[in-house]
């Protein structure tokens, strides 16, 4: 029997009926078209916020846009987030076959979680994933701009860069492999110092270089892990969009940061 994930921020943080969400993100990516500096290659790696589409949608979008010339090739998608209700040691992958959202159902790669299960900082939760917004967050974007894809997603709490690194390794694949990292930046900070802090945190990983604490980004822990493979396998990234909530929809007394990156492969000259 298929076990599923249901949804559990469906209408709170994004639209819950599938025809009103897949207005709102066919909205988000028409209007980044035009206002994103395409990078020369298709992403392998990206980074992306995880809040309310009112809030994030937009800086979302930036990053989901780029996905969609090569919407028939990725075919997997290795998506890690930051657990924000129940504490993990490690990296979290699920008991569910299968996530659900008002698009429908995406697969969870069983082979894939078999190919990491014996790392010692792979444990298995149910619970981290049964109400984690991090991650469900992204299915509904992944779900409009892909044909057919399947998942491997990863809750991931207390764990070091080398060990994050070590699973995005492990999973790395090629053209059909995506890594997502799930991550919001700075939180609750007036809006002139956040944009300041998130600069830093911005230039901080557009020259790799961490780590990162949980101040600068929620997700720091995978963002770290990604900046350490980032390293290994030559990738170079790109800021797409840096905004916070005091820019899209919220007061500018407390804000909360959000960016998005796109990873790509550098080219070696050989010459």
């Not at 819950?16 to 066919?26: F, M, R, T």
């Not at 078209?33 to 992403?43: E, H, I, Q």
């Not at 990491?116 to 992204?138: D, G, K």
Request: charged fraction near 15%; include cysteine.
């Amino acid at each position: 029997m298929t076990q599923i994930r249901p949804a559990a921020v469906a209408g709170a943080f994004y639209p819950g009926q599938a025809e009103a969400l897949s207005k709102e993100i066919n909205i988000l990516l028409a209007e980044v078209a035009g206002t994103t500096s395409l990078p020369s290659k298709s992403p392998k790696a990206m980074i992306v916020p995880h809040a309310g589409y009112i809030y994030s949608g937009p800086v979302a979008a930036s990053a989901y846009a780029l996905l969609q010339p090569v919407r028939n090739i990725i075919k997997r998608v290795i998506l890690l987030g930051p657990v924000h209700r129940v504490p993990v040691r490690g990296l979290a992958t699920p008991e569910a076959d299968a996530f659900a959202t008002p698009l429908g159902v995406v697969k969870v790669d069983q082979r894939a979680i078999a190919a990491i299960a014996s790392l010692p900082q792979v444990v298995e939760s149910a619970a981290a994933h049964a109400l984690e917004h991090s991650l469900e967050v992204q299915l509904p974007f992944l779900q409009s701009v892909l044909t057919d894809f399947q998942l491997v997603p990863l809750a991931v709490g207390d764990a070091t860069p080398a060990e994050v690194a070590e699973v995005l390794d492990a999973l790395w694949g090629g053209p059909e492999t995506l890594i997502l990292i799930s991550s919001d930046l700075s939180h609750f900070l007036p809006y002139q110092t956040a944009q300041a802090v998130d600069g830093e945190t911005a230039q901080s990983i557009l020259n790799l270089h961490g780590p990162l604490t949980h101040e600068q980004a929620c997700g720091g822990t995978p963002v770290n892990g990604l900046i350490l493979a980032a390293k290994r396998h030559h990738l170079r990234p790109q800021l797409l969009d840096l905004r916070n909530s005091g820019d899209t929809a919220g007061d500018k007394s407390r804000v909360v940061g959000y960016a998005s990156f796109a990873f790509t492969e550098e080219t070696i000259d050989v010459h």
